[in-house]
Protein backbone atom coordinates (compact mmCIF):
# COMPACT_ATOMS: atom_id res chain seq x y z
CA UNK A 1 0.00 0.00 0.00
CA UNK A 2 1.87 3.21 -1.06
CA UNK A 3 -0.64 4.95 -2.57
CA UNK A 4 -1.32 7.74 -0.48
CA UNK A 5 -0.52 11.69 -0.82
CA UNK A 6 1.40 12.23 1.79
CA UNK A 7 1.32 16.11 3.38
CA UNK A 8 4.81 17.66 4.63
CA UNK A 9 3.39 19.71 7.45
CA UNK A 10 4.84 22.86 8.99
CA UNK A 11 5.66 23.56 13.06
CA UNK A 12 2.66 25.99 12.99
CA UNK A 13 -0.78 25.86 14.82
CA UNK A 14 -2.47 25.03 11.43
CA UNK A 15 0.18 21.99 10.60
CA UNK A 16 -0.09 20.86 14.22
CA UNK A 17 -4.12 21.04 13.94
CA UNK A 18 -3.73 19.27 10.92
CA UNK A 19 -1.81 16.72 11.98
CA UNK A 20 -4.00 16.09 15.27
CA UNK A 21 -6.58 15.90 12.95
CA UNK A 22 -5.06 13.29 11.13
CA UNK A 23 -4.11 11.23 14.26
CA UNK A 24 -7.96 11.30 15.67
CA UNK A 25 -8.55 9.96 12.32
CA UNK A 26 -6.89 7.17 12.65
CA UNK A 27 -4.33 8.06 10.42
CA UNK A 28 -0.50 8.03 10.39
CA UNK A 29 2.21 11.04 11.17
CA UNK A 30 5.35 11.34 11.46
CA UNK A 31 6.72 13.82 14.10
CA UNK A 32 10.45 15.19 15.17
CA UNK A 33 11.49 14.31 18.92
CA UNK A 34 14.76 15.24 20.20
CA UNK A 35 15.57 11.70 19.45
CA UNK A 36 14.36 10.68 16.34
CA UNK A 37 11.10 10.93 13.76
CA UNK A 38 8.63 8.87 15.08
CA UNK A 39 5.56 7.57 12.89
CA UNK A 40 2.71 8.29 15.44
CA UNK A 41 -0.99 6.55 15.89
CA UNK A 42 -3.50 7.02 18.03
CA UNK A 43 -2.18 4.57 20.67
CA UNK A 44 -6.08 3.41 21.66
CA UNK A 45 -6.94 2.56 18.10
CA UNK A 46 -6.57 -0.96 17.18
CA UNK A 47 -6.77 -0.10 13.62
CA UNK A 48 -4.30 2.87 13.08
CA UNK A 49 -1.93 1.12 15.47
CA UNK A 50 -1.96 -1.70 12.99
CA UNK A 51 -1.36 0.60 9.88
CA UNK A 52 2.00 1.57 11.87
CA UNK A 53 3.56 -2.45 11.88
CA UNK A 54 1.85 -2.23 7.58
CA UNK A 55 3.68 0.99 6.58
CA UNK A 56 6.76 -0.39 8.17
CA UNK A 57 7.01 -3.32 7.38
CA UNK A 58 7.28 -4.74 10.92
CA UNK A 59 7.28 -8.09 12.71
CA UNK A 60 3.79 -7.66 15.10
CA UNK A 61 5.47 -9.10 17.96
CA UNK A 62 7.77 -5.75 18.67
CA UNK A 63 5.95 -3.66 21.17
CA UNK A 64 5.82 0.06 20.38
CA UNK A 65 6.25 3.21 22.64
CA UNK A 66 3.84 4.87 23.80
CA UNK A 67 4.56 9.10 23.94
CA UNK A 68 2.65 11.41 26.20
CA UNK A 69 2.75 15.34 27.43
CA UNK A 70 2.96 15.26 30.68
CA UNK A 71 3.34 13.00 33.73
CA UNK A 72 -0.52 12.96 34.88
CA UNK A 73 -1.05 10.68 31.40
CA UNK A 74 1.49 8.72 31.95
CA UNK A 75 0.59 7.56 35.24
CA UNK A 76 -2.79 6.73 33.92
CA UNK A 77 -1.67 4.17 31.90
CA UNK A 78 1.08 2.34 33.89
CA UNK A 79 2.13 1.48 37.84
CA UNK A 80 4.06 4.21 38.40
CA UNK A 81 6.58 3.46 41.40
CA UNK A 82 9.37 5.27 43.18
CA UNK A 83 12.45 4.26 40.96
CA UNK A 84 10.60 5.63 37.68
CA UNK A 85 9.70 8.88 39.90
CA UNK A 86 13.73 9.07 40.88
CA UNK A 87 14.74 8.78 36.79
CA UNK A 88 11.72 10.62 34.95
CA UNK A 89 12.39 13.78 38.04
CA UNK A 90 16.21 13.86 36.50
CA UNK A 91 15.57 13.34 32.77
CA UNK A 92 11.80 14.03 31.65
CA UNK A 93 11.29 15.38 29.61
CA UNK A 94 13.86 14.11 27.51
CA UNK A 95 15.58 10.98 25.39
CA UNK A 96 14.42 8.12 27.96
CA UNK A 97 11.85 5.45 27.73
CA UNK A 98 10.80 3.57 30.81
CA UNK A 99 9.02 0.27 30.75
CA UNK A 100 6.39 -0.59 33.12
CA UNK A 101 3.65 -2.58 34.50
CA UNK A 102 0.43 -2.14 32.23
CA UNK A 103 -1.78 -0.50 34.49
CA UNK A 104 -5.18 -2.58 34.66
CA UNK A 105 -8.14 -1.02 32.37
CA UNK A 106 -5.59 1.09 30.46
CA UNK A 107 -6.68 1.91 26.75
CA UNK A 108 -3.97 1.07 24.97
CA UNK A 109 -4.70 -1.15 22.15
CA UNK A 110 -3.13 -4.71 22.40
CA UNK A 111 -0.80 -4.16 19.46
CA UNK A 112 0.92 -1.74 21.09
CA UNK A 113 2.08 -4.09 23.92
CA UNK A 114 2.23 -6.61 21.48
CA UNK A 115 0.80 -8.72 24.34
CA UNK A 116 3.34 -7.95 26.88
CA UNK A 117 2.13 -7.26 30.46
CA UNK A 118 4.40 -4.19 30.52
CA UNK A 119 4.41 -0.82 28.77
CA UNK A 120 6.80 1.52 27.32
CA UNK A 121 6.12 4.76 28.11
CA UNK A 122 8.48 8.21 27.74
CA UNK A 123 7.78 12.38 27.38
CA UNK A 124 9.74 13.66 24.87
CA UNK A 125 11.33 16.83 24.76
CA UNK A 126 11.48 18.53 21.85
CA UNK A 127 8.77 21.55 21.24
CA UNK A 128 7.12 20.16 17.96
CA UNK A 129 6.63 16.49 19.88
CA UNK A 130 4.77 18.71 22.71
CA UNK A 131 3.02 20.66 20.78
CA UNK A 132 1.53 17.97 18.90
CA UNK A 133 0.80 15.27 21.90
CA UNK A 134 -0.85 18.24 23.72
CA UNK A 135 -3.04 19.28 20.49
CA UNK A 136 -4.05 15.69 19.90
CA UNK A 137 -4.49 15.38 23.67
CA UNK A 138 -4.10 11.20 24.08
CA UNK A 139 -1.49 9.02 23.97
CA UNK A 140 0.29 8.42 20.77
CA UNK A 141 2.11 5.10 19.84
CA UNK A 142 5.56 5.76 17.98
CA UNK A 143 7.97 3.82 16.50
CA UNK A 144 11.29 5.40 14.39
CA UNK A 145 9.60 6.64 11.09
CA UNK A 146 11.31 4.18 8.70
CA UNK A 147 10.74 0.90 7.18
CA UNK A 148 11.63 -1.78 9.97
CA UNK A 149 15.63 -2.70 9.69
CA UNK A 150 16.74 0.75 8.28
CA UNK A 151 18.57 3.27 9.29
CA UNK A 152 16.33 6.13 11.65
CA UNK A 153 15.30 9.38 10.46
CA UNK A 154 16.48 12.75 12.00
CA UNK A 155 15.25 14.73 8.90
CA UNK A 156 12.07 15.14 7.00
CA UNK A 157 13.58 13.75 4.08
CA UNK A 158 14.58 11.13 6.14
CA UNK A 159 10.72 9.90 6.56
CA UNK A 160 9.81 10.42 3.17
CA UNK A 161 12.69 8.51 1.38
CA UNK A 162 11.08 5.27 3.06
CA UNK A 163 7.47 6.31 4.03
CA UNK A 164 6.12 8.51 1.09
CA UNK A 165 2.58 7.16 -0.04
CA UNK A 166 2.35 4.94 3.16
CA UNK A 167 1.68 7.80 5.54
CA UNK A 168 -0.81 10.64 6.30
CA UNK A 169 1.55 13.26 6.95
CA UNK A 170 5.31 13.96 8.47
CA UNK A 171 5.23 17.37 10.71
CA UNK A 172 8.50 19.30 9.52
CA UNK A 173 10.61 20.12 12.28
CA UNK A 174 14.10 20.05 10.99
CA UNK A 175 16.83 17.87 12.57
CA UNK A 176 16.73 15.97 15.81
CA UNK A 177 18.90 17.25 18.48
CA UNK A 178 20.02 13.96 20.37
CA UNK A 179 20.19 11.86 16.99
CA UNK A 180 20.29 8.38 18.68
CA UNK A 181 16.92 6.91 20.17
CA UNK A 182 16.01 6.70 23.69
CA UNK A 183 17.56 4.99 26.30
CA UNK A 184 15.31 2.42 27.45
CA UNK A 185 15.00 1.56 31.63
CA UNK A 186 12.96 -1.29 32.31
CA UNK A 187 11.33 -0.88 35.62
CA UNK A 188 9.10 -3.67 36.03
CA UNK A 189 11.19 -5.09 38.62
CA UNK A 190 14.77 -4.67 38.94
CA UNK A 191 16.25 -2.22 37.01
CA UNK A 192 17.47 -2.97 33.50
CA UNK A 193 18.84 -1.06 30.20
CA UNK A 194 17.23 -2.48 27.70
CA UNK A 195 18.63 -0.30 25.01
CA UNK A 196 21.68 2.15 25.82
CA UNK A 197 20.61 5.41 24.42
CA UNK A 198 20.92 9.49 24.89
CA UNK A 199 21.17 8.73 28.59
CA UNK A 200 24.18 6.84 29.51
CA UNK A 201 23.84 3.69 32.23
CA UNK A 202 26.58 5.48 34.63
CA UNK A 203 23.55 8.73 34.81
CA UNK A 204 21.12 5.48 35.27
CA UNK A 205 22.87 4.14 38.20
CA UNK A 206 23.80 7.15 39.58
CA UNK A 207 20.28 8.78 39.90
CA UNK A 208 18.84 5.42 40.79
CA UNK A 209 21.55 4.26 43.64
CA UNK A 210 22.11 0.97 42.64
CA UNK A 211 23.52 -0.72 39.93
CA UNK A 212 21.67 -0.80 36.65
CA UNK A 213 21.74 -4.42 35.42
CA UNK A 214 22.87 -4.63 31.80
CA UNK A 215 20.27 -6.37 29.81
CA UNK A 216 22.24 -9.77 27.77
CA UNK A 217 21.23 -10.85 24.77
CA UNK A 218 20.48 -14.74 26.13
CA UNK A 219 17.76 -13.20 28.24
CA UNK A 220 16.37 -11.68 25.57
CA UNK A 221 12.83 -10.13 26.62
CA UNK A 222 10.95 -9.00 23.75
CA UNK A 223 12.74 -6.17 23.14
CA UNK A 224 13.19 -7.16 19.37
CA UNK A 225 14.59 -3.92 18.42
CA UNK A 226 16.90 -5.63 19.49
CA UNK A 227 17.36 -7.95 16.78
CA UNK A 228 21.06 -7.80 16.28
CA UNK A 229 20.56 -6.55 12.40
CA UNK A 230 18.79 -3.54 12.45
CA UNK A 231 19.74 -0.12 11.37
CA UNK A 232 21.16 -1.53 8.30
CA UNK A 233 21.98 0.71 5.89
CA UNK A 234 22.34 -0.99 2.09
CA UNK A 235 25.96 -0.54 1.76
CA UNK A 236 28.15 -3.07 3.99
CA UNK A 237 29.43 -1.57 7.14
CA UNK A 238 33.00 -2.24 8.34
CA UNK A 239 33.56 -1.23 12.04
CA UNK A 240 36.77 -0.13 13.59
CA UNK A 241 38.12 0.87 10.28
CA UNK A 242 41.92 2.70 11.24
CA UNK A 243 42.83 2.61 7.42
CA UNK A 244 40.74 2.84 4.04
CA UNK A 245 40.41 0.90 1.29
CA UNK A 246 40.19 1.47 -2.26
CA UNK A 247 36.38 2.15 -3.27
CA UNK A 248 34.63 2.69 0.51
CA UNK A 249 32.85 5.92 1.92
CA UNK A 250 34.61 6.95 5.09
CA UNK A 251 33.09 7.78 7.85
CA UNK A 252 35.31 9.34 10.14
CA UNK A 253 35.89 10.05 13.67
CA UNK A 254 38.70 12.97 15.51
CA UNK A 255 41.79 13.88 13.56
CA UNK A 256 41.48 11.84 9.64
CA UNK A 257 41.26 12.24 6.11
CA UNK A 258 37.63 10.81 5.33
CA UNK A 259 34.07 11.56 3.50
CA UNK A 260 32.51 12.45 5.93
CA UNK A 261 33.23 13.29 10.01
CA UNK A 262 31.13 12.66 12.82
CA UNK A 263 32.93 14.99 15.17
CA UNK A 264 36.95 15.96 13.94
CA UNK A 265 36.68 17.06 17.74
CA UNK A 266 36.22 13.76 19.27
CA UNK A 267 32.91 14.68 20.72
CA UNK A 268 30.31 11.91 21.63
CA UNK A 269 27.21 14.26 21.17
CA UNK A 270 28.44 15.70 18.21
CA UNK A 271 28.60 12.08 16.65
CA UNK A 272 25.68 10.77 17.76
CA UNK A 273 23.66 13.69 16.39
CA UNK A 274 25.31 13.21 12.89
CA UNK A 275 25.49 9.63 13.01
CA UNK A 276 22.29 8.50 11.50
CA UNK A 277 22.20 11.38 9.01
CA UNK A 278 26.04 10.82 7.72
CA UNK A 279 24.92 6.83 7.15
CA UNK A 280 21.88 8.13 4.95
CA UNK A 281 24.60 10.62 2.75
CA UNK A 282 26.65 7.86 2.40
CA UNK A 283 24.36 5.40 1.61
CA UNK A 284 22.72 7.28 -1.27
CA UNK A 285 26.40 7.25 -2.75
CA UNK A 286 27.26 4.05 -4.93
CA UNK A 287 29.60 2.75 -2.46
CA UNK A 288 29.35 -0.99 -1.40
CA UNK A 289 31.21 -0.34 2.17
CA UNK A 290 31.29 1.99 4.62
CA UNK A 291 33.96 1.93 6.86
CA UNK A 292 34.20 3.67 9.86
CA UNK A 293 36.52 5.17 12.38
CA UNK A 294 36.90 3.50 16.10
CA UNK A 295 34.89 5.29 18.45
CA UNK A 296 35.49 5.09 22.08
CA UNK A 297 33.22 3.13 24.47
CA UNK A 298 32.50 5.49 26.57
CA UNK A 299 29.15 7.38 27.88
CA UNK A 300 27.27 7.82 24.63
CA UNK A 301 29.85 6.48 22.70
CA UNK A 302 28.11 2.93 23.90
CA UNK A 303 24.93 3.78 22.20
CA UNK A 304 26.91 5.08 19.15
CA UNK A 305 28.72 1.49 19.25
CA UNK A 306 25.50 -0.38 19.45
CA UNK A 307 23.62 1.03 16.50
CA UNK A 308 27.07 0.70 14.46
CA UNK A 309 27.25 -2.57 15.32
CA UNK A 310 23.66 -3.61 14.38
CA UNK A 311 24.35 -1.60 11.09
CA UNK A 312 26.96 -3.50 10.58
CA UNK A 313 25.52 -6.86 11.01
CA UNK A 314 25.05 -10.41 8.96
CA UNK A 315 21.91 -10.52 7.44
O1 LIG B 1 13.78 7.60 20.70
C1 LIG B 1 12.94 6.73 20.58
O2 LIG B 1 12.73 5.87 21.47
C2 LIG B 1 12.12 6.70 19.28
C3 LIG B 1 11.24 7.94 19.29
C4 LIG B 1 10.32 7.99 18.10
O3 LIG B 1 10.53 8.02 20.48
N1 LIG B 1 11.29 5.51 19.20
C5 LIG B 1 11.83 4.29 18.97
O4 LIG B 1 10.89 3.30 18.83
O5 LIG B 1 13.02 4.08 18.88
P1 LIG B 1 11.19 1.86 18.23
O6 LIG B 1 9.87 1.22 18.04
O7 LIG B 1 12.04 1.96 17.02
O8 LIG B 1 11.91 1.11 19.38
C6 LIG B 1 11.15 0.77 20.51
C7 LIG B 1 11.87 -0.26 21.32
C8 LIG B 1 11.87 -1.61 20.65
O9 LIG B 1 13.14 -2.20 20.80
C9 LIG B 1 10.82 -2.36 21.44
O10 LIG B 1 11.02 -3.73 21.39
C10 LIG B 1 11.01 -1.77 22.83
O11 LIG B 1 11.17 -0.42 22.55
N2 LIG B 1 9.82 -1.93 23.67
C11 LIG B 1 8.62 -1.38 23.50
N3 LIG B 1 7.76 -1.80 24.45
C12 LIG B 1 8.45 -2.61 25.27
C13 LIG B 1 8.12 -3.37 26.43
N4 LIG B 1 6.89 -3.36 26.95
N5 LIG B 1 9.10 -4.09 26.99
C14 LIG B 1 10.34 -4.12 26.46
N6 LIG B 1 10.71 -3.43 25.36
C15 LIG B 1 9.78 -2.69 24.76
MG1 LIG C 1 13.54 1.75 15.25
Request: with cysteine; glycine share 10%.
Amino acid sequence: MADLQTQTLSHTPKGLDQAAQHLRDGGLVAFPTETVYGLGADACNDTAVARIYEAKGRPSFNPLIVHLADLEAVKALVDWNDMAERVARAYWPGPLTLVLPLREGAPVSKLVTAGLNTLAVRLPAAGVARDLLQRFGGPVAAPSANRSGRISPTRAAHVMDSLDGRIEAVLDGGSCQVGLESTILGLAGKPTLLRPGGVTLAQLSETLGTRVAERHDAETISAPGQLSSHYAPRAHVRLNAVDWEEGEARLGFGDVDCDLNLSPTEDLTEAAANLFEFLHQLDSGDAPVIAVSPIPHLGLGVAINDRLSRAAAER
